[in-house]
């Protein structure tokens, strides 16, 4: 099995910065791609950042872009989201996950780049962790 846990959420003020980290256990060199997906009460998930864990490509939606970075770390099963000028919009439940299809993965970095719809969750999902950001 793959299992994911985050860490590093938390409240900050607008402006501050946080980095979200995703620990990755099991069957690590199966996942064709991870990625940062965000949810608030009243709204549609949201993709936010997609990264191919082979060549490490990366796709980040347009709301965050130039603000959000996602990286990994293959060597130490970790995956990361460093946030910069955080703002009270992205105030949201984050959930890092992973998924061994490639064609599966194509989809997702449309759905993130585009909002095109995709047909089904990740296969693997961490528990969520909290990012508040205050005016």
């Known amino acids: 099995q793959v299992q994911l846990a985050e860490s590093g959420g938390g409240s900050v003020q607008a402006g501050e910065s946080l980095k979200l980290s995703c620990s990755v256990s099991?069957?690590?060199?199966?996942?064709?791609?991870m990625a940062w997906f965000r949810h608030t009460s009243g709204s549609e998930r949201e993709g936010v950042a997609v990264i191919y864990t082979s060549d490490g490509s990366s796709y980040h939606a347009d709301s965050v872009k130039g603000r959000f970075t996602i990286s990994q770390d293959n060597a130490n099963n970790t995956l990361f989201l460093q946030m910069n000028n955080l703002k009270p919009k992205d105030s949201a439940m984050y959930y890092c996950?992973?998924?061994?299809?490639?064609?599966?993965?194509?989809?997702?970095?449309?759905?993130?780049?585009?909002?095109?719809?995709?047909?089904?969750?990740?296969?693997?999902w961490g528990q969520g962790i909290l990012v508040s950001v205050s005016p």
């Open positions: 996950a992973a998924d061994q299809s490639t064609d599966w993965c194509a989809k997702l970095v449309r759905f993130v780049t585009m909002r095109w719809p995709i047909p089904r969750q990740a296969q693997y």
């Open positions: 099991g069957y690590t060199s199966s996942n064709a791609c």
